[in-house]
């Protein structure tokens, strides 16, 4: 999958693990391919001890949120991204909350390619929704294909596309598969070397 992601024209790939007992494996990536790894958590596993210890393991740590009630939990702590595992639509105090919160939020289209039906409905009524908050509370967004098989990488310039489906220009969005990824790996190497908040390494 990394040799398939390399040749689509992915700079970066962040490879994902769910249990904060495990430690990141050795993989050989292509030549051009940076590879970083991210660990996943409940809100309430986010705890600051255990984040301290997995940012010497982790580049990027993330919240799996299923509800508002998570949600809102996952942004009182002290991880680099949330996203939502079960999709249901933001409102305006949610997505206020998420501006000042200062993290990003990952927008995970890998259930476009697998409902149909109402819960299709569903789920783009939603991410109809919340794109049209994030983007008018300019909330630094990271979109994702979350793939976990070779058919479901989808090149990084044609990830925006699926957002058409939800009355987005894709064109407007380029910057979340380029930009705002660059930007989070930026912000967690600060976080990772304990820079204070706000100082950056812009040149090394």
């Not at 249990?19 to 970083?36: F, K, M, T």
């Not at 939502?84 to 476009?112: H, I, T, Y």
């Not at 789920?123 to 479901?152: M, N, Q, T």
Request: aromatic share 6%; hydrophobic share 45%; with cysteine.
């Amino acid at each position: 999958m990394l040799e398939i992601a390399e040749e689509l024209g992915f700079s970066t790939v962040a490879l994902t693990v769910q249990d904060v007992r495990a430690s990141p494996p050795e993989v050989i990536s292509p030549n051009g391919l940076q590879v970083v790894w991210r660990i996943d958590l409940k809100p309430e596993e986010a705890q600051p001890s255990l984040l301290a210890r997995l940012r010497r393991r982790y580049t990027v740590i993330a919240a799996s949120c299923s509800s508002r009630r998570e949600f809102r939990r996952a942004l009182r702590t002290r991880v680099d991204l949330v996203f939502q595992d079960r999709p249901f639509a933001m409102n305006l105090s949610d997505a206020r909350v998420l501006s000042l919160s200062g993290k990003f939020f990952e927008l995970n289209l890998k259930p476009l390619m697998h409902i149909e039906g109402v819960e299709m409905a569903r789920l783009l009524r939603h991410l109809r929704r919340s794109v049209r908050l994030l983007r008018k509370l300019d909330i630094p967004v990271v979109v994702s294909s979350w793939a976990s098989e070779p058919h479901e990488l989808t090149a990084p310039l044609e990830l925006p596309q699926h957002l058409a489906l939800v009355d987005v220009n894709p064109h407007e969005c380029y910057g979340w598969v380029s930009e705002k990824p660059a930007k989070l790996l930026e912000v967690c190497e600060s976080r990772r070397i304990g820079l204070p908040e706000g100082v950056r390494i812009l040149e090394v």
